[in-house]
């Protein structure tokens, strides 16, 4: 059986040759200690691209958006995010647990919050009421599909957020696919925002590694501090943080292939079902499945792709997702079209 292609996810990605070679010739200090030469130059080089003063890597994006939450937004006060958002979707509960941190959650079309929508749900201080502190949006939108936000939508809540006084947070995971798809500087989107978190063990192929970009100095203190309360001080770090600069590196632009992947992948197969996909709004390298338009379950689709060696995930009873990353090559996407396209036509037969 030839090797497996997995689109569950970009966190799949494997450390090239290279790569490794890097993390290997790495220069390292104890980090908790501030003294890890090569860790510093990443969160110096990562701040810089954001056009921030400061960042601090840590283990992973779920633990980047913790800190982010938690230097923005005070225990029982509220931060607002859409519903599908990947801090009130995927961190179980942490924001409420390790911050206390109520998430007031709106239902967005694609995830993407608007300022029409959000406007009205802001609430001021008052010792009766919940007073709003942040807003957090995701770039791009994980169970939205990959979609990017519009430079213009940024702006907008920006302004909103900003004339109430409230910090705006970027959960962006996959920003540089945002980046690659839009063209718009990475500097550009940091302006926007307070902080953000951006993961180099997505598309951009390291093994683990994320990074709180910081507006103000200030407050990087407390997140070393939030950061080693949760247990992510770690000591030699630099032969991680050293994949994380060899990603920056090499594989930002890159990141387009996977796009043109995922264009691929969502018209063929919106041809081979129609209604599937709707591959006008494929923007990045997720392509979510609609198979209500279908007799299958996700559960079933997955399994029967599975028994052929081609791995999707079931994120919802009657909704899959395929994620395009470096380690699926032309050959692998021909082969999930021909893999999830009989078992689609087949269950439509049956
Ligand atoms: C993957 C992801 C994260 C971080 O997940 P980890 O598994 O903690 O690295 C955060 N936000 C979004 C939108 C993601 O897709």
């Known amino acids: 059986m030839p090797e497996l292609v997995d689109l569950r996810s970009d966190t799949v990605t494997r450390p090239s040759p290279d790569m490794r070679r890097a993390m290997a010739d790495a220069d390292v200090g104890d980090d908790v200690y501030g003294e890890d030469p090569t860790v510093n130059a990443l969160e110096e080089h990562v701040a810089a691209l954001f056009g921030h003063p400061a960042a601090l890597f840590v283990p992973s994006g779920t633990m980047g958006n913790q800190i982010a939450v938690r230097l923005i937004v005070p225990p029982a006060d509220e931060l607002i995010c859409d519903a599908d958002a990947h801090i009130v979707s995927y961190e179980g509960g942490g924001a409420a647990q390790h911050g206390g941190v109520q998430t007031r959650t709106l239902v967005a079309e694609r995830g993407l919050l608007t300022p029409e929508a959000l406007e009205p749900q802001l609430r001021p201080e008052n010792y009766h009421t919940v007073p709003t502190r942040?807003?957090?949006?995701e770039?791009?939108?994980?169970?939205?599909?990959?979609?990017?936000?519009?430079?213009g939508l940024l702006k907008d809540l920006r302004a909103l957020t900003s004339a109430y006084g409230l910090a705006l947070h970027c959960d962006g995971a996959r920003i540089w696919n945002a980046h690659v798809a839009s063209g718009i500087a990475l500097a550009e989107y940091g302006g926007l925002f307070d902080t953000l978190s951006v993961c180099?063990?997505?598309?951009?192929g390291a093994p683990i590694g994320s990074?709180?970009?910081?507006?103000?100095?200030?407050?990087?203190?407390?997140?070393?501090?939030?950061?080693?309360?949760?247990?992510?001080?770690?000591?030699?770090?630099?032969?991680?943080?050293?994949?994380g600069?060899?990603?920056?590196?090499?594989?930002?632009?890159?990141?387009a292939e996977d796009h043109a992947h995922a264009q691929q992948l969502a018209t063929a197969l919106d041809d081979a079902v129609?209604?599937?996909?709707?591959?006008?709004?494929?923007?990045?390298?997720?392509?979510?499945?609609d198979l209500t338009v279908t007799s299958l379950d996700s559960a079933t689709l997955a399994a029967q792709c599975r028994a052929?060696?081609?791995?999707?995930?079931?994120?919802?009873?009657?909704?899959?997702?395929?994620?395009?990353?470096?380690?699926?090559?032309?050959?692998?996407?021909?082969?999930?079209?021909?893999?999830?396209?009989?078992?689609?036509?087949?269950?439509?037969?049956?």
């Open 134 to 137: 942040a807003v957090a949006v």
């Open 274 to 289: 129609p209604g599937l996909v709707e591959a006008a709004a494929v923007e990045t390298n997720i392509v979510p499945l």
């Open 245 to 255: 600069r060899f990603a920056l590196e090499h594989n930002i632009s890159r990141l």
């Open 200 to 204: 180099l063990s997505k598309g951009l």
């Open 211 to 243: 990074v709180v970009v910081i507006s103000d100095e200030g407050m990087v203190t407390e997140a070393r501090a939030i950061r080693r309360r949760l247990g992510g001080g770690m000591r030699q770090a630099g032969v991680l943080a050293a994949a």
């Open 308 to 350: 052929e060696g081609v791995l999707v995930s079931a994120v919802g009873p009657r909704r899959v997702r395929l994620v395009t990353h470096l380690d699926v090559d032309d050959a692998a996407i021909d082969r999930a079209i021909d893999v999830v396209s009989r078992a689609l036509v087949s269950a439509a037969a049956s």
């Open 139 to 151: 770039q791009t939108h994980n169970r939205g599909g990959g979609a990017v936000y519009p430079i």
